[in-house]
């Protein structure tokens, strides 16, 4: 499995990508109970199976109601947890292998920025600290504790220090990033206007029912305006992955070389659609090698021919039509 994860983290072209990819579901075919349900409910097995375009995406919603596993559930060492709200059912990512996660943050990271401890990391995640097992403040942390900087860290109680900081790291150019929910950048720049040059914004997690919500390009107008830069950063991530797409800007996100984002048709789940057209996004993460590498997800986007792609938001009725299906597994 060490050559599996090395090959994991050292992809060079679609050839590499899509070989490990059949690798994998191989492999998740094999182990892990749910998904192999789920490939037989689609009248698939590895023998049918020959391009990505064949593999099945399993419901994101079956972390909620499934342990979505390619191990023993007794060797689980650790699980995150989606947020959500007070009555809503949560996903459950159980984790085999934490240094895998880690590796593939870090991976995903730098492949787009430069190494994590040349930064100074200011996190404003107040609503994610107050709820347990965040694959976010885990990585986050992570984050803090591997930067050169001893400012890097968590910061909930004082909107003012943390104006106080980003001015302090901002006179000593030091490259900071600031990773905030978006409802807590506001209230930033509601108390004071800031005009930064070292310092990337990161929005992330939505108002979270705390500021009414904005659609994406005004939010980023706002932010600009008030931290005077000229893009907003963010990051596409969850719980039931182990990667993450970034955008630098405009809302544009690339994935990192073992993730790939492939848009399917709202209508066929089973059909995909080509570039500049608005579908279901379906996610595979190679890193996701113990739970599930092939994710259907509830988020509309568009992919483009340059392998960026574009949120456009949630789908209604989200609920998957096939949860009810494996119920009894």
């Known amino acids: 499995m060490k050559e599996l994860f090395n ?10 990508f899509e070989e490990l990819a059949l690798e ?3 492999f998740q ?6 998904y192999n349900n789920w490939c037989n409910l689609m009248k698939t097995s590895p023998k049918k199976v020959k391009s990505i375009s064949q593999i099945p995406f399993l419901p994101i919603s079956f972390f909620k109601t499934h342990n979505v596993i390619s191990f023993n559930k007794e060797d689980s060492i650790h699980f995150f947890k989606s947020s959500g709200t007070t009555n809503s ?16 943050f870090i991976k995903s990271f730098e492949q787009f920025f430069s190494n994590v401890e040349d930064y100074c990391f200011i996190a404003l995640l107040p609503n994610y600290l107050e709820q347990s097992n965040s694959s976010l403040v885990y990585m986050i942390d992570n984050f803090i504790k591997k930067s050169k900087y001893k400012e890097s860290g968590f910061y909930k109680d004082s909107l003012q220090d943390v104006i106080e900081r980003i001015k302090l790291l901002e006179k000593e150019n ?3 990033i600031l990773f905030g929910v978006t409802y807590a950048l506001l209230d930033l720049i509601a108390i004071e206007k800031l005009n930064l040059n070292s310092t990337i914004i990161f929005e992330t997690g939505g108002m979270k029912g705390r500021r009414k919500e904005i659609i994406r390009p005004e939010l980023h107008k706002i932010l600009c305006e008030g931290f005077s830069v000229k893009s907003i950063a963010s990051e596409y991530g969850m719980c039931e992955l182990f990667s993450q797409a970034y955008s630098k800007a405009d809302g544009i996100f690339f994935c990192p070389n073992h993730m790939k984002v492939i848009v399917r048709d709202t209508y066929d789940p089973l059909s995909y659609i080509g570039n500049n057209k608005t579908g279901g996004i379906n996610v595979i993460d190679l890193a996701n090698i113990y739970s599930c590498s092939f994710i ?14 574009e949120l456009l938001g949630r789908m209604d009725n989200t609920t998957t039509r096939g949860c009810n299906l494996m119920y009894e597994f």
């Open 24 to 26: 994998i579901f191989h």
């Open 7 to 16: 090959n994991i983290f050292n992809i060079r072209n679609e050839f590499e």
């Open 89 to 104: 059912q949560t996903s459950k990512h159980y984790i085999y292998d934490l240094s895998l996660y880690e590796r593939s």
């Open 29 to 34: 075919y094999e182990n892990n109970k749910v």
């Open 174 to 176: 030091v490259k900071t």
């Open 296 to 309: 259907e997800t509830e988020d509309l986007g568009r992919c483009y021919s340059n392998n960026s792609f």
